[in-house]
């Protein structure tokens, strides 16, 4: 009888034990490729920030299914109103309060750009619902739940609507009247005119491309634009009862626009002209139009903006904008103040000191008009318009103040007494964002919260604050978590996850991010995002695969989810397999970009070796654009690498220079003479520093086994520069991959499902055939 119950224990002892196994195995199984691929992101965009109702009470939000995207190019958008933040979009609505969420559009067709009407009883949104393939303006009525389409013009431009404050018109951007979607694309394409032959029934299609010849003391002066600038459209208002539409501007380069608090003007940047050549600086008018006349004024002309042109704000009275100076040319960052009616525009901040920080931001004001408030260097300034000087209010020891809190356009949003706002402010040590209170008489800093997330990992506004002064919704995201919608308190004593989209990523044991510090070859202090194999154990070794950008500190990806991009690019796909992946941070001097990536990544690589965390014979190094430009600039340097996959990247400083779209632009101008990877200017003036830094030249030296992988369409960076790698290195007889995906575009990212796939599980095939040592038969038993 013993021996039974002996036995009876040891058989539940050992299923006990195979029963953890499963569960075990349950909680570490990698994340697949479907489960990293089969999302649902939110998309938002620079100028819309959360949907927040006007009453708090709703979030409306659009929702992208990765499996419904698909490449976008120009002429695709030219011809069908479509770019790669639509493609496969639903509307969904979700209720503050109980996290209730449903479906407003279903996911047949593509819904985005939902805009709540002020009055909080409508939504505007965007939709290609009624089969038509082009994008239409349709309204959601929340008291009778019912959708209908209000106009049947064509949008094009922006993806945005706009309410007039009496919630009864709203303003959108068309094709320009009289202008089919097909005279669009061909005007986009760069087509000049066509040819007729002798025969009149027959025609060749001649593109031709001119520049006129300019002289020494000539005012104008030589172009060299590095994309195109002459995107057009109508600016129209439309009733939302009657359907009826008035045109207010025709056929304009229409950048950003702005209807005044009152409803009576539009205030509008539009495109002038790059300020000169070789340089990816804009120069916009600002221009203000009266509704009931259509009569325009150019209010601020070729003023600096930065390539979003949105930089300018009413103020409340309706009688004034303010304008942030800023871009790529920029040192002061000035705010200047102009009347609605003209006028010559006033500096009002008149800032005497280079600003450390290029990124301008956006301007807001009090309530009562009185004061102005911007960003500068990591602080809150603040400007009065009787003439005072401005001044930093609020600075946060330890943290950059990234972002103001808005309320509806044009506001500073405060709390419900109006003695104090709220900030985004970043850790630039620590790698996370937090939302600080600022107290608006002292300037005193509370920290409300900050716990190793990001904020603004996006390219949107970070939170939107509600028309009562008591709650904000915003993005949240961490290395194990997805991006989400939160709302919360103004105190955020009780933040609630509102939206849930991507359940499967619970299946999966993340791996975990901390922050790795080392001094350059030179001796400068750079940052590192360390993401840890998901079963890490200290003192073991694992592969390292190093995933790198030339100029990018890639540190910032910390709190970001899978730390560098969603998608096949979610580097969990990585770290649940085993890997441990290193982002470094790799500024770059004028002129010296590949020997710069030696001197700033290789003592970042060394540094997760002397950890006992990598592998020093298990190495791998990645890069997509300018990261495979650098993942080459590496491995024609080094031969620490096992493995290495170039995605997109560049290999001749100089075709690429010379490379041009069909519109006749040449993206490769900017980026090189003054941009990304300066030479500090043209190949003939510095012949021997784009030789030297283009590893097309040094083929010979590189003994890593190299995946290339390219998009056939893509035209920032054309596949022309993967050909002459693999050409080179097939003749050279190295070990080297070649995919190129038919029809695809610049990033993955952006690419087809099935072409995703495909390239996530080349990605981790390519990887596991050289970092992963092969099983014995015994050890895979």
């Known amino acids: 009888m013993r021996h039974w119950l002996g036995l009876r224990l040891l058989l539940f002892c050992l299923a006990g034990l195979m029963l953890c196994d499963v569960i075990e195995a349950q909680d570490v199984r990698p994340l697949s490729i479907d489960d990293a691929l089969k999302t649902h992101a939110h998309v938002s965009y620079a100028f819309l920030p959360v949907g927040l109702s006007p009453d708090g009470k709703s979030i409306a939000y659009s929702v992208q299914d990765n499996q419904r995207m698909h490449n976008v190019d120009e002429s695709t958008y030219a011809r069908t109103g479509m770019t790669v933040g639509s493609v496969g979009t639903e509307i969904w609505i979700a209720d503050t309060k109980t996290g209730e969420q449903r479906s407003l559009t279903g996911a047949q067709y593509d819904n985005w750009a939902p805009v709540w009407s002020p009055d909080g009883r409508y939504v505007a949104f965007l939709s290609n619902r009624d089969g038509s393939g082009q994008p239409k303006l349709w309204v959601w009525d929340a008291r009778n739940n019912t959708l209908k389409k209000i106009s049947d013009l064509q949008i094009r431009g922006l993806e945005q609507s706009q309410w007039t404050p009496d919630s009864r018109r709203l303003l959108i951007t068309t094709l320009p009247e009289g202008v089919s979607p097909e005279d669009y694309a061909r005007r986009i394409s760069g087509t000049t005119r066509q040819f007729e032959v002798a025969n009149k029934e027959t025609q060749n299609g001649v593109t031709v491309y001119r520049s006129t010849a300019s002289n020494k003391g000539d005012k104008e002066l030589p172009q060299s634009d590095p994309w195109s600038l002459d995107w057009r459209v109508d600016l129209v208002l439309v009733d939302i009862t009657s359907g009826q539409s008035n045109l207010i501007i025709h056929d304009q380069r229409i950048q ?449 086994p190299l995946l290339i992988v390219h998009g056939e369409a893509d035209t920032t960076v054309p596949s022309a520069q993967s050909d002459e790698v693999f050409v080179g290195l097939r003749r050279l007889g190295k070990e080297v991959e070649y995919a190129k995906y038919e029809g695809e575009g610049h990033s993955p990212l952006y690419w087809s499902y099935a072409h995703q796939v495909d390239f996530c599980g080349r990605m981790i095939g390519w990887f596991d055939k050289f970092l992963k040592p092969k099983k014995t038969a015994s050890e895979k038993r």
């Not at 040319?329 to 102009?338: F, G, K, P, S």
């Not at 991006?483 to 791996?511: C, L, Y």
Request: aromatic share 10%; net charge negative; hydrophobic share 35%.
């Open 256 to 704: 950003r626009y702005l209807i005044s608090p009152d409803g009576s003007r539009v205030a509008y940047t539009t495109r002038v002209r790059f300020e000169r050549p070789g340089s990816q600086q804009i120069l916009f008018d600002l221009v203000v139009v009266t509704l009931s006349t259509a009569e325009q004024k150019i209010v601020a002309p070729a003023i600096r903006l930065e390539l979003g042109g949105q930089e300018f704000r009413w103020s409340p009275d309706s009688s004034k904008l303010v304008y942030h100076v800023g871009g790529q040319e920029e040192d002061n960052h000035d705010c200047y103040l102009v009347n609605a009616t003209g006028g010559t525009p006033r500096n009002i901040t008149s800032l005497k000191r280079p600003s450390h920080n290029r990124r301008s931001g956006v301007p807001l004001w009090d309530d009562k008009g009185e004061q102005v408030y911007f960003l500068l260097d990591g602080a809150l300034w603040r400007v009065s318009l009787d003439g005072t000087k401005a001044a930093e209010l609020a600075r946060i020891p330890d943290r950059k103040i990234s972002s103001m809190v808005a309320e509806g356009a044009n506001l500073l949003w405060t709390t419900e007494e109006g003695k104090a706002t709220v900030v985004l402010a970043h850790d630039d040590k620590g790698k996370q964002d937090g939302f600080y209170q600022i107290d608006l008489n002292t300037g005193q800093s509370i920290r409300l919260i900050e716990r190793g997330q990001c904020y603004q990992c996006g390219p949107y506004i970070p939170a939107v604050g509600a028309n009562d002064r008591k709650s904000l919704a915003y993005f949240a995201e961490d290395a194990q978590h997805d991006n989400e919608i939160w709302i919360s308190d103004a105190a955020f004593t009780n933040p609630r996850q509102v939206t849930h989209q991507n359940p499967q990523f619970e299946k999966s044991k993340m791996g975990t991010a901390q922050v790795v510090h080392w001094l350059s070859s030179d001796g400068a202090p750079l940052d590192g995002t360390l993401l840890l194999p998901s079963e890490y154990r200290a003192g073991e070794r694992y592969p390292l695969v190093v995933v790198v950008y030339g100029g990018a500190y890639l540190s910032a990806g910390f709190a970001r989810f899978g730390s560098w991009a969603s998608g096949p690019f979610n580097l969990q796909l990585l770290a649940t397999r085993g890997y441990a992946v290193l982002l470094p941070d790799s500024p770059q001097r004028l002129g010296m970009p590949m020997l710069d990536l030696v001197k700033t990544i290789l003592p970042g690589v060394n540094k997760v070796v002397e950890m006992g965390i990598a592998d020093p014979n298990r190495l791998g190094v990645m890069g997509q654009s300018n990261g495979g430009y650098s993942t080459l600039g590496l491995i024609v340097q080094t031969q620490r690498f096992k493995a290495s996959i170039d995605i997109d990247g560049m290999s001749d400083l100089i075709s690429d220079y010379g490379s041009m779209d069909k519109n006749g632009t040449s993206y490769g101008v900017g980026l090189l003479e003054h941009g990304l990877d300066a030479m500090g200017g043209t190949p003939w003036e510095f012949r021997q520093r784009y030789i030297e830094n283009s590893p097309l030249f040094y083929l010979d030296r590189i003994e890593t």
